[in-house]
């Protein structure tokens, strides 16, 4: 590889994911100090990309989730050939690989996957034990250098104009991050946590919801539940976001993006998990606290429970949790 190597990731689709991705931007750097990386990836996460130093620009993949799109992915191939020496493919499908082949980028790395024989040129072992660890799983793919838990930068003057905005910044205040785009059998219960943010109200904590858009109908159930909850789910970007949890003095969430955004930036994090485990896709964070009944039936890595009841979180109750933000936290007795 050459000493300055213009270096294309195909990223993937989900916000944890991508943030667990900096393990390889990382690595790469370290073992190409001058490596000037670009990250393919869907146009939401140009925010994100642009909080990794170590990559140089984001460009947009133009298709959509799951869409094959051959032709498409052939033209757009040809329009960058010439501009890379290497790629590292993070989607396991067969279909992420054809960009860079039709690339003609002369080494391209990844997992086999679904059979990728051709379309890459170096193909990378993946351990069974590392299969669902995604951040180790792409680490992997660099094949030398240090593994570093992801850091996100922030933006100080946005966050101060966020805190003021929200009110935020008055007092300490906790981020509970409630939702999940994987599906409901990664999402502990609404009235767990209006529960739960009662209780930190209660001990004179501010408490932020935050989320997409698509967690509205969830947050609000908790703000109907918890009056004095500050709901945030839709009305932040995803660099907004970024600043004002790395503000909070803890995070709770589920096993979800915003809980390895949490991590990234340095907050303390209570992980909440259900139908996957905290073996695989943990926190990446110096203080975090992993919460999770182990039951028989999980992990499942199902979207929904498909034994109906979701005991896996219903019966996960307010005070486990609780007891887990304690530990992070020196937090003061309700009066």
């Known amino acids: 590889m050459a000493e300055s190597p213009a270096i294309l990731?195909?990223?993937?689709?989900?916000v944890g994911d991508m943030v667990m991705a900096q393990c390889l931007f990382s690595a790469l750097k370290e073992l190409h100090p001058n490596a000037a990386i670009d990250v393919l990836a869907p146009a939401w996460a140009a925010p994100l990309v642009k909080r990794m130093p170590e990559v140089r620009q984001q460009i947009d993949f133009p298709l959509k989730p799951g869409a094959l799109e051959f032709a498409h992915r052939r033209r757009f191939g040809r329009l960058l050939r010439g501009r890379y020496d290497s790629a590292y493919i993070l989607p396991g499908s067969w279909k992420s690989a054809l960009i860079p082949f039709f690339a003609r980028i002369p080494r391209r790395f990844g997992h086999l996957r679904e059979m990728r024989y051709g379309l890459l040129t170096d193909i990378v072992p993946l351990p069974e034990a590392v299969k669902r660890r995604t951040a180790?799983?792409?680490?992997?793919?660099?094949q030398g250098g240090d593994f570093r838990a992801p850091h996100l930068t922030m933006d100080a003057n946005n966050q101060?104009?966020?805190l003021d905005?929200?009110?935020?910044?008055?007092?300490?205040?906790?981020?509970l991050m409630p939702g999940a785009e994987f599906g409901p059998a990664k999402r502990w219960p609404s009235e767990h946590y209006a529960g739960l943010a009662r209780e930190f109200m209660a001990r004179r904590f501010k408490v932020a919801l935050f989320g997409s858009k698509n967690?509205?109908?969830v947050t609000a159930e908790i703000a109907a539940l918890a009056p004095g909850v500050v709901d945030l789910a839709g009305q932040t970007r995803l660099e907004d976001a970024i600043d004002l949890i790395a503000a909070a003095g803890l995070a709770v969430s589920n096993d979800s993006g915003?809980?390895?955004?949490?991590a990234a930036v340095g907050t303390p994090v209570v992980a909440v998990y259900g139908s996957t485990s905290p073996q695989n896709t943990p926190p990446l964070a110096e203080r975090r606290e992993l919460v999770w009944l182990?039951?028989?039936c999980s992990p499942c890595h199902r979207k929904i429970c498909p034994l109906g009841h979701l005991n896996c979180l219903k019966t996960l109750e307010v005070a486990r949790v609780m007891a887990a933000?304690?530990?992070l936290l020196d937090i003061p007795a309700a009066a």
Do not use: C, E, N
């Not at 990731?9 to 989900?14: E, L, T």
């Open 9 to 14: 990731v195909i990223g993937p689709r989900w």
């Open 215 to 217: 967690d509205r109908d």
């Open 136 to 142: 180790q799983a792409y680490f992997g793919l660099a």
């Open 294 to 296: 182990g039951l028989p």
């Open 165 to 175: 905005r929200f009110g935020l910044g008055s007092q300490k205040f906790v981020a």
């Open 325 to 327: 933000a304690d530990r």
């Open 160 to 162: 101060a104009t966020l």
């Open 258 to 262: 915003l809980m390895h955004v949490a």
